[in-house]
């Protein structure tokens, strides 16, 4: 359980896909990032657009932040060494759900294999609590528009009860008004 909760800590949403880095997955895989890589350049026709993509500079520059909460969330802030060059080739690959799942292909040894099944899983883990999330949200809409008719109710009972307190007062100020005209001793 350990192990997803570190994998799913390395799912980021970039360009609206859940995706990892090549970095983390080579630190998954217990590969340098190079060698996976070449792994991917080798067999290119597995990883398109779709599957993989190389993260822009400015991407890159805007997730810094939270790959190093990340990593240091994991206690593992050494295994990390950020590039503050910017150039092409130093930035990094993101691959998609499917891209990860394309790279069993490619990476054959049992770690490999090991943690492609644990990955898969983290996916899947992330997948259901955004449909939990998404009830939540559809319930709380729902809440929010059943507290607004509410409100409405509210506000027309406090109208009619300000308006029969008015009439009361109104009712109270004539019973006790002066009276004019003859008045008699008693």
Known sequence: ???????????????????????????????????????????????????????????????????????????????????????????PYAFTEQGVAMLSGVLNSDKAISMNIAIMRAFVDVRKILVKQIDIKDKLDEIVERVGEHDIQLHHLYQAMENLIDEKVAQKKWEERERIGFKQKR
């Open 1 to 91: 359980m350990q192990i997803i909760k570190s994998i799913q800590s390395r799912i980021y949403d970039i360009r609206g896909e859940r995706v990892m880095l090549d970095f983390d997955l080579a630190f998954l895989y217990e590969v340098e990032t190079r060698i996976l890589n070449q792994s991917v350049k080798r067999n290119s026709k597995r990883f398109p657009e779709d599957f993989m993509f190389r993260l822009t500079a400015n991407e890159f520059e805007s997730m810094q932040s939270q790959i190093v909460t990340a990593y240091e969330t994991n206690d593992n802030s050494s295994q990390i060494v950020m590039s503050s060059q910017k150039h092409r080739w130093n930035l």
